[in-house]
Nanobody, 126 residues
Framework: QVQLVESGGGLVQAGESLTLSCAAS????????MGWFRQTPGKEREFAAA????????YYAESVKGRFTISRDNAKNTVYLQMKRLKSEDKDVYYC???????????????????WGQGTQVTVSS
């Protein structure tokens, strides 16, 4: 059983930065591909970023590329999403997601991930 808990959401002004954290209750975090998704209520969950088990490969949606950075500290069982130069359109609930690596990775697809956190709200004012 995997539990993911996001934290770090809050209210920021456009252009400011915010870093989200995802604490994972797993035995070996490096066995899991980790992702960050965001969602506006009533809409489909949208891919933002993903990182491979060892942290050597990162993937980003075009909308966040150059502004967001995903990273992981497997020793701390924690994944981060550093968000810079935030825009009003970044205002969403952000979710941490995980799936154990099985040889195939569909990192941009929410349906592929097996475990999800409860979400943390990011509000960007302008």
């Amino acid at each position: 059983q995997v539990q993911l808990v996001e934290s770090g959401g809050g209210l920021v002004q456009a252009g400011e930065s915010l870093t989200l954290s995802c604490a994972a209750s797993v035995r070996t975090l490096s066995s899991y591909t980790m992702g960050w998704f965001r969602q506006t209520p009533g809409k489909e969950r949208e891919f933002a970023a993903a990182v491979s088990g060892r942290g050597d490969k990162m993937y980003y949606a075009e909308s966040v590329k150059g502004r967001f950075t995903i990273s992981r500290d497997n020793a701390k069982n924690t994944v981060y999403l550093q968000m810079k130069r935030l825009k009003s359109e970044d205002k969403d609930v952000y979710y941490c997601a995980a799936r154990i690596y099985t040889g195939s990775v569909f990192y941009t697809q929410a349906r592929w991930y097996a475990y999800w956190g409860q979400g943390t709200q990011v509000t960007v004012s302008s």
